[in-house]
């Protein structure tokens, strides 16, 4: 009996919503919709055309995953509450959208056209009062300068995924509003971005170039840039004072950069606000006492699986947020007490040390004996991957499996 009721009470809110969802009055052939008709949804039912008859209160309209290759404004006439509208994985091109398309939405903010693998070009018309655009995974090569000249209240634009070589000068010119702008995945080298060409964007606080061809950091970045992403290029060097006029940027990525051999004292000079440095698997091969100067807030550092063969005493000691270190599976042979010292550091709670090629002797003891003692301020992650490789007697000899008397010098 009880089970019984427990049925009744799982299936009615299920039952409920199958009403809500399919049998909404006004709801497309084969649609689903939500909240009465608020959200339209005719996603993956084998559409060539936008379905008629879609209720003029219409707020998110979904046609993604269709055989969509044409919209006209007839399609959308009436639907002046359509906020957003996703057209990706279709067959659009930019013939595909007239000029008037979107003349009869005046509500529309959020548009993607995502996966729509014939757009060669970026299409010339958009409705100008769009705010977001994901234009994801298409077949964009070159960016004109034209190409977003009506687009000037874009808060959100990306063109990740789709092989983009080069954005013309002047491209960002009317982008005043844009906070937001994710290129990854393409193949913009250095030449490809012109010098200043992200400098209208003067509200820009997001900047996504993962996974491009760089081989330097592009000057005359906007200068209020918050979020930097630069991994997987082919960076080889972080001149002195790359970032200098970068004062607002609080997170750093150049990670997965094998190119990256050498970062230059005062590289980082200008980056008080910096919290977040991310430079794990890069060829770093060398921290000098000035490799982090200008890094005054930042509290993670990320070091990890790069070739550095030793720490100065100081490397760290301008960070005094630092709270999380990671120096694993690098060269380190030994490391001097005084580089986690927390009468300096008081933040520093945990470091990665494991996967260094430590020479176990009286220059480590302390080390060894700090693991023992609590390890506390700061705590040694994972203190038993800690392996010595010197001296010939400790090596392959894990600590956990030594006492700080066989650190020994002699
Ligand atoms: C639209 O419907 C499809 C198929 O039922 C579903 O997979 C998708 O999550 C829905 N999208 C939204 C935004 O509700
Ligand atoms: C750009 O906007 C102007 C003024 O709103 C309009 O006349 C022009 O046709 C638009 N151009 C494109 C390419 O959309
Ligand atoms: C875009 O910028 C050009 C100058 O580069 C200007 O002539 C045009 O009016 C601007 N368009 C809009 C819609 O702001
Ligand atoms: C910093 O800004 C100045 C003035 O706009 C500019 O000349 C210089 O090239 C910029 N430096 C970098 C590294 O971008
Ligand atoms: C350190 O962190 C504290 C609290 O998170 C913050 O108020 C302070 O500004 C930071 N110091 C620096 C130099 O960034
Ligand atoms: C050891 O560490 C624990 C947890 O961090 C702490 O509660 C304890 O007081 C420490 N003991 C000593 C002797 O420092």
Known sequence: ????????????????????????????????????????????????????????????????????????????????SLQFLDLSSNQLNSEGIPAD??????????????????????????????????????????????????????????????????IAPGAFHNLSNLAVFYCDFNKLNDNGIPTSVFQPASKLSILGLRFN??????????????????????????????FSNLTELQTLEIWQQPSLT????????????????????????RVTGRTMDGLTGTWQVYLSLNKIPAIPAGAFHDMKNLSSLWLDANLITTLSPEVLDTSVLPRLSEVYLWGNPWTCDCH???????????????????????????????????FDTLSPNDFVCS
């Open 262 to 285: 050498t970062i230059d004292d005062d590289a980082f000079a200008g980056l008080g606000k910096l919290q977040i440095l991310d430079a794990t698997s890069t060829g770093l091969n």
């Open 101 to 166: 398309a979107f003349d009869d939405v005046p509500s529309l903010q959020t548009l993607d056209l995502s996966d729509n693998r014939k757009f060669e070009d970026f299409p010339t018309y958009l409705p100008s009062q769009l705010m977001t655009l994901y234009f994801i995974q298409n077949s964009l090569k070159h960016v004109k300068k034209e190409a977003f000249a009506n687009l000037s209240d874009l808060i959100h634009l990306d063109i990740s995924y789709n092989g983009v070589e080069s």
């Open 364 to 398: 480590l003891r302390w080390l060894k004996e700090h693991i023992d003692n609590n390890n506390t301020a700061p705590t040694i992650q994972d203190p038993h991957l800690n392996v010595c490789n010197a001296p010939p007697k400790l090596k392959g000899r894990a």
């Open 1 to 80: 009996m009880a089970s019984f009721r427990t049925a009744i009470l799982l299936l009615t809110p299920a039952v409920l919503l199958a009403w809500v969802t399919v049998a909404a009055p006004g709801c497309p052939e084969h649609c689903e919709c939500e909240h009465g008709t608020l959200i339209v949804n005719c996603s993956r039912l084998g559409l060539t055309r936008v379905p008629t008859a879609i209720p003029a209160n219409v707020q998110q309209l979904i046609l993604e995953n269709n055989n969509i290759a044409k919209v006209s404004r007839d399609n959308f006439r009436g639907l002046k």
């Open 213 to 242: 061809q760089l081989t330097r950091v592009p000057v005359d970045l906007p200068p209020g840039l918050e979020h930097l992403d630069l991994v997987g290029n082919k960076i080889v060097e972080l001149p002195s004072r790359v």
